[in-house]
């Protein structure tokens, strides 16, 4: 049975073959959403204003999913992305010049915000390999432990505004024809990528991914790796966080709201399967640059904004559903 | 010069020194018991340098346990174990590999999604490699690596390729190469040679492949030692030269490979050779068969089988392991699909096939992997005892649970006569005689058992092997995958032999009278 | 072997009951007010809701899934009877539980037929379910206007000094406590979570008890979500009753719901519930920031499931 089913995925294998290796499918995918929102809106959408919209849209999701697409190669989960993006947030605001005049550390209030997502998703990592408990539990109690982290740290007082003008301009400036959020983001994947393709850490990732008994009888560390991985997601969703902060110009806790569906559809959509294994940053700003494009079209061809979760849930189900349908068998254990 | 099992004081003498240097492997009295009992008994063996081991015997005859034990899966009961002279006690495969014994599985241990390269250098164990030290892989050294180690075994593999996008055998000399990549370095650090096992290589190999895998196996003889496990008698005696054979845990017979015939190496594996031991009244075939297959087909697993059963007989498949027979009997419970053919229960076609459709039709399936597939730990036995649905009634009742539970731990003799208990409490035997009664109550048409006495010990087989003798007799018809060739040649009325997803011969035992010799020659 | 799984079994029966006990009796010490002030009455009310979606959640955890979105089901269901009370009157309630059953339902099938990891299928029910509330409601609070009396006694009229929905709740999980235990379907449920292969093998209509289970639990969430609108008397996508995702699956592994399937209680997922719902006053009582109640929900989680996880049969969890 299982070398029938082996053969039979490494058959499927060979046949999704180079194209799905270089994500030219998902490609289409934008590249067809963009030609029909032109059409149906040649007026708003095509414009370079409604590009810059979008990309800075993107920014916060691609910097999420570098950290989180490489959990996701492992055939983990990270469910904690907006509670680690409020508290990094909150402590970045508070620790930065601001209205409620509580401390400002200058530069350092960033590293310390990172700090606090690479010990939040370090947390969540060892909890999940060294107790052996699912990471999707774990980080689902650590998404409402960060949450609580923000709504202490906002207290009772009134908001906290960000006091540095010019960080909060920022994000949205286009000093090299691309919103600097954008420019950002497309540093973190340019890290991503080099994490996946050059360092162990990456390349183990792919490994436990694609055969978690093998990695562990080849001897690969796997639980070091996977605290290190959930470390390295933290720290990515707390910039996020930072850059969420930024855009507002305040601390909330909320700052991170909706980016857990629109970022794990991405990844998905991008051509990350949720068992790991394949895929990579590369492929989730794919991933995500189709959803806010989508968002974007939908909302200027007139569609309620509220829906922007719906659209995320049923993409990231069609998407899981697309990748796994290969693998469905009568008796097959599915949880 | 064939040495027996017997624990030896001394190990022999005769390799060692050979090439003025300890042997690359030697064991004496190395032994292991699973609860009562004893897979591989005391045995000694010394692999020299520049040998090619071939270590045949039939199923469940200790060969895997031995290799278990080799490779640090399982710790030896009792005995020593020596690589390159030094005594060693392995924690694990990737610790026998690091002290320059490899083995190479049935079940491919690659990562599909990397390239040939990644897979052979990150096997190279906590010490890593040049090209991967400080956490920071370069490619370019990374691939001279790679490649230099396929040259070594004459592979033209390359070395970016992604293994997914491989063939069997190619896959199969990346195996070896990553393997003798850190055997070779350790041995050559610690002044030994590698010994790299090769477990069932051939089995899924075209013939094309099998001669590149041979011209490797040279390859390797060069460098160090293999041992050489296969099923194929002809391969064997074609690569090897020396000849190991097992037999019920011990170690029968070692030999060079000169003047050795198949048949030799047969009577070697099954021993005395015999026929059915019992001489009790066949049931004759009479009326519907209860089961009838025509032409069943499953691809990559079994074509064409046309097979009967009729009530009151037994009928027994053998086969070697990857002859397909396992997947037959769950196509025909309906846990696996079918390709083709047609299919009848009691004269009647099925359609839709389905396990419940299959229970609903009067046939219950005992599974080989109890733990996995039909003992439902955490339920108790009784409740496990009832645990197929039966009838229209939603509701369960404790009372009738108890009176079963009653009966057929009496009738089977389970212990402790405790049906509310946990069942994963209960020993190996106790489980299956639950699971075996859970079918049993429901005097099912067609019994289909898949090695029912795996893991048992010989009580518990005794008492299962009755039950199904007396299901029989009740007028069931029995579909049986015996562990031995002995246990098919005793219980079943008719044999069918299965090789390479085919029915290879078919013999009833009173007109045919089939020895265990018989069955062998007709299955590898 | 047996004396060490006694005590296990005795943990497994009365371990629920003794958390909330003793977090009740250090309570009751460090605010003595709190048992004769109508405190009860008011953990009672608030663990309700809490419960039911717990129950429902057990239900799935029982068969070794898990029910993301049925919280999320909770609060759209109450937002369908702010609604439809007016117009429909006493059949708004018939009418969300089978809208929502019907949705738990189809998360069934979608599972089943798909078979996609159930916590991947419901993050994008709940993904949906969070939309549509925004949707029907036009991100507003909606506000019952008639007929508030079909659902208002539930928490108006009392028995024992506790609200009957309470009640009502806790006979619902003696039921289902007697459904799996005593019933065919019950134990099929059972034993797809111990064992889902064996249960197929044993012809156990495995893709039906799942599609049951799932339906159960959205079942169970439009009860909740019907206590929520007899509670407040509105409905909003970020008012009462959003937040109860965390604190359900904490209470339903408090009430000692494996993770891994098949150990499941609803008798101790009441107590689990009344734990939770007693976290906010405990964490007041020794002085915790009210704010950092949802941390205390996530720790609580987190401690629960990984002290109650056996991990025996699991080789790689992910």
Known sequence: MTSLSETGSGGAARRRGLAARAGLAELAILLALVAIFSVLNPHAFPTLTNLNTILNNAAIPIVIGVGASLVVLTGRIDLSVEGVMGAAGMAFVLLSANSRETADIGWLAYPAALAVGAVLGGTTGAIHALAKVPSFIVSLGMWYVGLGIAAVLFGYEMIPFLGNEAAVAWPTATPLGLPNSFVLALVVVGLGWLIERYTRLGRYAYAIGNNESVARMTGIPVAGFVVAIFAFAGACSALAGVMGSLALGAGSATVGVGMLFLTLAAIVIGGTPLGGGRGGALRTVTGVLILSTLYNGLILVGVDPSIQSGVSGVVLVAAVIAAGWSQRARLRVFK | ?524 | MKLLSRPDELRQALGPLAIFAILLALISVAVPEFLGGGGPSIIAQQATPILLVALGQCVVLCIGSIDLSNAAIALFASILAALTLGPLGAAAPVFCLIVVTLIGVANGLVLVYTQIPSFALTLGTLGVMQAASLVVTGSNVVYVMDNMDVVGWLFTVQILTLPVAFWIAVVLAAALWAFLRFTVPGQGLMAIGFNERAAGLSGQPVNALKVLAFGLSGFFAGLAGLCVISISGAASSIGLGSDLLVPSIAAALVGGTAITGGVCNPLNVVFGAMFVALIPVGSAAVGVNPQAQSIVYGVVLIVAVAATMSRARHGIVK
């Open chain 2, 1 to 524: 010069m064939i040495q027996t099992g017997i624990p030896r004081q001394a190990p022999i003498q005769l390799d060692a020194g050979r090439d003025g240097t300890a042997p690359i492997l030697r064991l004496s009295g190395l032994a292991k018991s699973f609860g009562p009992v004893a897979a591989v008994k005391p045995l000694t063996l010394t692999v020299g340098r520049h040998e090619v081991i071939g270590l045949i015997g039939e199923n469940g005859a200790g060969k895997s346990t031995l290799l278990k034990l080799l490779t640090g899966v399982h710790q030896p009961d009792a005995g020593t174990f020596e690589l390159n002279g030094r005594p060693v006690r392995l924690k694990g495969p990737q610790d026998a590999t690091e002290h320059g014994l490899g083995i190479v599985h049935q079940e491919q241990s690659l990562f599909t999604n990397l390239s040939v390269a990644e897979n052979i250098v990150m096997g190279a164990g906590r010490k890593g490699s040049a090209s991967t030290r400080g956490g920071i892989y370069r490619w370019r050294a990374l691939h001279r690596e790679a490649a230099e180690v396929l040259a070594r075994i004459g592979s033209t593999v390359s070395p970016a390729t992604i293994v997914g996008d491989l063939g069997f055998a190619e896959r199969q000399m990346v195996e070896i190469a990553r393997t003798i990549h850190v055997a070779c370095r350790t041995a050559e650090r610690q002044g030994g040679a590698p010994l790299v096992i090769l477990d069932e290589p051939t089995s899924v190999l075209e013939e094309a492949e099998t001669a590149v895998l041979e011209h490797e196996i040279a390859r390797l003889r060069a460098i160090g030692s293999v041992i050489f496990v296969s099923h194929r008698l002809e391969e064997v005696l074609r690569i090897c030269t020396r000849i190991v054979v097992m037999r019920h845990g011990e170690l029968v017979a070692d030999r060079p490979v000169d003047g050795v015939t198949e048949a030799d190496l047969f009577r070697l594996m099954i021993g005395k050779d015999r026929h059915a031991r019992t001489r009790e009244a066949v049931p004759p075939v009479t009326g519907t068969p209860v089961l009838r297959a025509e032409g069943l087909t499953r691809a990559g697993a079994f074509h064409d089988i046309c097979l009967d059963v009729h009530p009151g007989r037994i009928t027994a498949i053998v086969g070697t392991f990857g002859a397909g027979r396992e997947a037959l009997v769950r196509a025909l419970f309906g846990a696996e699909p079918l390709d083709g053919g047609r299919l009848e229960v009691a004269g009647r076609d099925v359609v839709q096939w389905s396990p419940r459709r299959a229970i609903r039709a009067g046939l219950a399936y005992l599974p080989a992997e109890r733990g996995v597939e039909s003992a439902v730990g955490g339920l108790s036995a009784a409740r496990n005892l009832t645990m197929v649905p039966q009838g229209r009634s939603w509701l369960l009742s404790p009372a009738g649970r108890r009176a079963l539970a009653e009966e057929w731990f009496g009738r089977l003799d389970i212990r402790p006569n405790l049906p509310g208990q946990d069942l994963a409490r209960f020993s190996g035997g106790n489980q299956q005689k639950v699971v075996l009664a859970k079918w049993l109550r429901l005097k099912p048409r067609v019994l289909i058992l898949d090695h029912p006495l795996r893991g048992l010990d010989p009580g518990a087989g005794a008492t299962v092997n009755a039950c199904i003798r007396a299901a029989a007799a009740e007028g069931a018809g029995v579909l049986l995958l015996a562990d031995t060739l002995e246990e098919a040649l005793d219980l079943g009325h008719e044999i069918l032999v299965m090789r390479d997803g085919e029915i290879s011969a078919r013999f009833d035992r009173t007109t045919d009278d089939p020895t265990t010799l018989d069955l062998l020659e007709k299955m590898v």
